[in-house]
């Protein structure tokens, strides 16, 4: 008997003895995990780090760690822990919070249970979900605030989480609490000075005098790249239209979505454009408050977009920024910066209008200055010469050379008369002889961005006020307008190209399409007319596909009237 009680006792001693060895371990175990999980900078490491510890530490098959939205009530990101990539692809969209996950977001204490099913307000499992049955739930604070939960369910070995494994995750969530804030003021503090080294670098394109649009691009492209945006579009209105136009697209599929023509109306961007005040959603492609326009967001989730502009009334365009499906959505913290950096989108723009109106009025004083001088210099030493030599051809006997200095004379009488007709065009204003040539197409093309959904490209070369007969220039306009309307009601094109061009000869019209080309059977009476156009100028209408496809329309006309000697 005594023996008997002995080995009972030892028995007894050795059990105390592993259960203190296994509550060392567990607690040698705890510390490696905080220690670790405090060495983590990045955000996302430091959550999903926290989640796989959560599961070591006491011996979950799966576990998963669910950050609260800003609007305290849904989950806005779901890691799991134990499911592997096809399981979760089965499964379908992530959990939002509601159920018994949503029990902790309501109530941050913890519980566990031995059948999550039976609990009130269970929901139960969607298709394709692996069974469980014990769990055990977590809040995880940072500092006042409830920044997520920690979830853990089946506990190996089939038993039941017990109150050691609840204080053990408690006492993780603390930590995780500190490494979180600790991760979170790193990446603001990143984020930072990745907002000033931008601001300098677009600050040194705005000095450097860079073109408009390529300073909108780095606004564009260095916004994404710091928010962690998939696609980041800058939209300006269209004059005379409740309409925006996407003057710049970056990320995926940018050539689908530039120059598309959306809506105010029923758009994120319109909101903003509005309202002058940043409007966010947490899923584009399925929010029903935006569902105007072409359809382009598939596969982004989380957007925001902010108004280029101090206020409603100022507001110049929409920085529009999305991030991809199941993404984090926008704090208030990345918000902050990201409307300072806006501003500096609308300086590029108010002085990108500023220098162009700069370089018009340069441009005007040096046509004037030149008028002044071809007309206060050239001309006079011109008329002087032609005089000189007019007298001096009556002291010349021989005939052929009398001949040739009446010859010369002629000459520079027609030099200054295209002298005279320069200065005429130079000092042109469109209120005293109308609109010139350039500013005709440069609106025509403009008005036609509303009707193709998107702006054509233009290019003008050559003395096309000067040396461009008003017949001429009208039939260039009826080209030039018949081709555009053509390639919007026909071509089905996301690129039109327009070229213009002055030679010493001829005038050349060239509309270039992307579309889907001229049909061999389809009605040409629009391209008649533009042949009869051409014909009764004296010029010619060309047709070409080019090797990429669409179409190319070449119109030219002699700038010298048919008929004229």
Not at 81 to 107: D, F, K, S, Y
Not at 188 to 195: D, F, N
Not at 313 to 318: A, C, I, N, P, Y
Not at 439 to 454: D, H, K
Request: charged share 25%.
């Amino acid at each position: 008997m005594p023996q008997m009680r002995l080995d009972e006792l030892l028995e007894e001693l050795q059990a105390r003895i592993n259960a203190a060895r296994g509550t060392r371990d567990r607690v040698h175990s705890l510390l490696e995990v905080v220690v670790s999980v405090g060495r983590e900078l990045d955000l996302p490491q430091v959550l999903r780090r926290i989640a796989e510890a959560a599961a070591q530490l006491v011996d979950a098959q799966y576990a998963a760690l669910g950050v609260i939205g800003p609007d305290g009530r849904t989950l806005s990101q779901f890691l799991t822990v134990g499911l592997t990539e096809e399981e979760i692809a089965r499964i379908g969209p992530l959990p939002a919070g509601h159920g018994l996950l949503g029990e902790l977001i309501r109530n941050p204490e913890p519980l566990h249970l031995t059948d999550l099913g039976a609990h009130s307000v269970s929901y139960g499992f969607p298709a394709h979900h692996p069974p469980m049955r014990t769990f055990l739930g977590v809040p995880i604070r940072v500092r006042d605030e409830v920044f997520g939960n920690l979830y853990l369910t089946d506990k190996r070995g089939g038993q039941d989480f017990d109150a050691e494994d609840e204080a053990v995750i408690s006492t993780l969530s603390v930590a995780a609490g500190v490494a979180i804030d600790n991760a979170r003021l790193y990446e603001a503090s990143q984020r930072q000075r990745r907002w000033l080294q931008a601001n300098a670098e677009i600050t040194n394109g705005l000095l450097s005098g860079k073109p408009r649009l390529e300073v909108l691009e780095l606004i564009a492209r260095r916004a994404g790249e710091i928010i962690g945006a998939r696609v980041a579009d800058v939209s300006v209105p269209v004059a005379g239209t409740d309409d925006l136009v996407v003057e710049l697209a970056v990320g995926a599929d940018d050539d689908t979505r530039r120059g598309l023509v959306v809506p105010v109306e029923g758009t994120l961007s319109g909101a903003a454009y509005q309202t002058g005040t940043p409007v966010t959603t947490v899923g584009l492609a399925d929010d029903a408050r935006f569902t105007a326009g072409p359809r382009r967001f598939d596969g982004l989730g989380p957007a925001v977009a902010v108004p280029l502009g101090a206020a409603a009334k100022d507001t110049r365009g929409v920085l529009l920024l999305a991030r991809a499906e199941g993404e984090p959505v926008f704090t208030e913290g990345e918000l902050q910066p990201l409307l300072a950096f806006a501003g500096q989108a609308a300086l590029a723009l108010e002085l990108a209008e500023r220098r162009r109106d700069a370089e018009l009025l340069a441009l005007l004083e040096d046509r004037d200055r030149i008028a002044r001088d071809l007309h206060d210099l050239a001309i006079q030493r011109l008329f002087a010469t032609g005089m000189t030599l007019q007298s001096a051809a009556r002291l010349v006997e021989h005939a052929g050379a009398a001949e040739r200095v009446q010859r010369a004379v002629g000459d520079l009488d027609e030099t200054i008369k295209i002298i005279r007709s320069t200065i005429f065009g130079l000092r042109a204003r469109e209120d005293e002889t109308g609109p010139s040539l350039r500013a005709r197409v440069a609106r025509a093309v403009g008005e036609a961005g509303s009707a193709l959904g998107f702006p054509p490209r233009l290019s003008m070369e050559g003395l096309l006020d000067t040396d461009v007969p008003p017949a001429v220039a009208d039939h260039v306009m009826a080209a030039l307008g018949e081709t555009l309307s053509n390639a919007a009601r026909h071509a089905h094109a996301t690129r039109v190209e327009v070229s213009l061009q002055a030679t010493a000869d001829e005038v050349v019209l060239t509309v270039t399409d992307n579309g889907k080309g001229i049909p061999a059977d389809g009605r040409r009476s629009g391209l008649q007319n533009l042949g009869e156009r051409a014909s009764s100028v004296g010029g010619v209408l060309d047709i070409r596909t080019p090797a990429e496809g669409g179409s190319q329309l070449i119109w030219r006309a002699p700038l010298a009237a048919v008929g004229e000697a």
